[in-house]
């Protein structure tokens, strides 16, 4: 499970977006500014070289001994026509150390055209890459198209063909001088429709190299042979996971260890291992407290490869100290109360940066707080093709894969053989459009929130391929039941318990002898479900009063209805 801290976010009642998105880089960009104050000759600076020019003077960020400062002012020519002199870089964003605010640090917004007051004109010519110039409704930028420099504003900006972005200079007075410039821009809305940028995955496009096979990944991430075991994707688990999740379970088993305070592991604590090269791109921190005061953290990671292709891990402790101190100076961070389990966790996200390191690196090691560690793989390119309006799932969920197929064949085998029952890597969904299978989502949009469990999923089971699955969210309002998974094996013939994919438009079923047992230990000796199609679809649900058996089936008084959007 993914730290017990809410992954999932449902923004509105029209796309049901899952996953706490945290969308930080999609807020507009600053539109008012004031001219930057002079820094102070000797006062600190934060990158050896860096210039800024502030009235006709450039100062520049030289060594002074072992620190960093800023030198005397320089007098500079100053063409009328020019734009502002730093124009063209961002050597003096994020450095008004001395100017009492931030409001325009790293911020040349004016710089490329605006001595004489005016806006510049989006497709006009312009003179310089990448300087800057004011519109009514923000800032443009001074970019190449089909071989020549006009002004662009950067939420519209063509992807560029050598995979150089330009950022915005300023987000929210923070510097962004040193922000990884391989990816979108915070304000870029070119993302085709079903993607929706978040911490963990920012963008859908290509960054950094090529993948130059599909073998992709080629380093074990962690010791298999002190592995006890591996659940394949899509396990559900109500209370956290209600629906399936788009990772594997890497489970290290118990141990009787206890951390530095004294406080015994839910799990050995195991090491983990760069599978590939790969860059850091997001971090997240989930501090919880438990009900006895002990308070621990937990961290949330995302790795990208090559191309489009992305890794996920979660429940991790100990991080290197060199990547901790890049998670800790990130140039954003977003900290906020949640937690799917624990509403007194906080959550910290840290994003927009890139931390390289090479294959086989000991980069973390699992908190020994969960199961072991998650391991998720995902092509950010394109969404799982069985997947029901993708739009309505964070960018992982909608475009998982099995990481699996993606080490060598002699790689695989070792790791296949750690998975647990019979279905290989297991199920990321089961959608099935027009029958009964599938993701369903609560109808209220007063109930979406944070939380899976207002959500069931009607699916193929996880580990045994003769299975398939009710799970039921804690939160879902069947009348009569509390949530919990209710396992079967379907029926090839006689009238009760069909295959979900059997259940079409209109048809009424009703499933017994199911195994499992709901939140609350109450009894739930049938469940009997209706499929209305449309392009929402619904499907109506409810607790029997017995056993199927030989219908005709008609629902029960008391019923809960959800939905999902075929064509959103």
Not at 47 to 61: E, H
Not at 210 to 232: E, F, H, R, V, W
Request: proline share 7%; glycine share 10%; hydrophobic share 30%.
């Amino acid at each position: 499970m993914e730290g017990r801290a809410m992954k999932k976010k449902i923004h509105n009642r029209r796309n049901y977006t899952f996953a706490i998105t945290l969308v930080v880089g999609l807020l507009a960009f600053p539109q008012s500014y004031v001219n930057a104050a002079a820094p102070k000759p000797g006062t600190s600076c934060k990158s050896l070289s860096q210039t800024t020019v502030v009235n006709g003077l450039k100062y520049s960020c030289i060594k002074s001994g072992k620190k960093l400062v800023w030198s005397k002012g320089v007098t500079v020519s100053v063409s009328p026509s020019s734009s502002n002199q730093n124009s063209g870089n961002n050597q003096n964003s994020g450095n008004n150390q001395n100017s009492g605010n931030n409001q325009n640090s790293g911020n040349n917004q004016n710089s490329g055209n605006n001595q004489n007051g005016g806006s510049v004109t989006l497709g006009a010519s312009c003179s310089a890459l990448g300087q800057s110039g004011p519109i009514p409704n923000g800032t443009a930028y001074c970019l190449s198209s089909a071989g020549k420099l006009v002004w662009v504003y950067p939420p519209k900006q063509p992807v560029p063909a050598d995979g150089i972005w330009l950022y915005d200079k300023n987000y929210n007075g923070v510097s962004t001088q040193n922000w990884n410039t391989d990816l979108p821009p915070s304000a870029w809305q070119g993302e085709p429709s079903w993607f929706d940028p978040s911490w963990d995955i920012p963008t859908s496009f290509p960054v950094g190299q090529k993948c130059s096979a599909n073998s992709i990944l080629n380093t074990y991430i962690t010791d298999l042979d002190g592995l006890q075991s591996i659940t394949p994707q899509g396990f559900m688990q109500p209370g956290s996971h209600a629906l399936p999740v788009p990772h594997m379970y890497y489970n290290t088993g118990a141990t009787t260890d206890k951390d530095p305070n004294g406080v015994p592991y839910r799990s050995k604590v195991v090491n983990m291992y760069a599978p590939a090269d790969m860059t850091l791109y997001g971090a997240a921190k989930l501090t919880y407290t438990n009900s006895d005061g002990y308070q621990y953290s937990e961290y949330m990671m995302t790795w990208h490869f090559c191309g489009t292709y992305w890794m996920f891990n979660a429940h991790v402790g100990w991080i290197a100290p060199e990547i901790q101190s890049a998670i800790d100076n990130a140039p954003l961070k977003n900290c906020q109360k949640g937690g799917q389990l624990n509403t007194t966790s906080q959550d910290c996200y840290s994003s927009r940066f890139a931390y390289k390191v090479k294959s086989g690196t000991l980069y973390a090691k699992s908190s020994g707080r969960a199961h072991g560690f998650d391991f998720g793989f995902t092509d950010a390119s394109a969404p799982i093709p069985t997947r029901i309006n993708p739009r309505a799932f964070a960018a992982r969920w909608a475009a998982g894969l099995c990481h699996i197929n993606y080490y060598p064949a002699d790689m695989r085998a070792k790791i296949e053989s750690k998975l647990v029952g019979n279905n290989g890597c297991g199920q990321l969904v089961s959608d099935s459009v027009g029958t009964a299978q599938g993701v369903w989502l609560a109808q209220d949009p007063n109930k979406y929130s944070v939380l899976e469990d207002y959500h069931i999923a009607l699916a193929k089971h996880w580990s045994e391929k003769e299975l398939l699955v009710f799970s039921i969210g804690w939160n879902a309002d069947i009348p009569g039941m509390s949530g919990g998974v209710f396992t079967f094996k379907p029926n090839s013939s006689g009238p009760s318990n069909k295959p979900f994919t059997e259940v079409k438009d209109g048809q009424i079923m009703c499933y017994d002898n199911l195994n499992g047992t709901a939140r609350n230990g109450e009894s739930v000796p049938s469940i009997l479900i209706k499929m209305t199609g449309g392009s929402t679809e619904k499907l109506t649900i409810g607790k029997g009063a017995g056993s199927c058996g030989s219908g005709p089936y008609s629902l029960p008084s008391s019923t809960q209805t959800f939905e999902r959007v075929i064509k959103p």
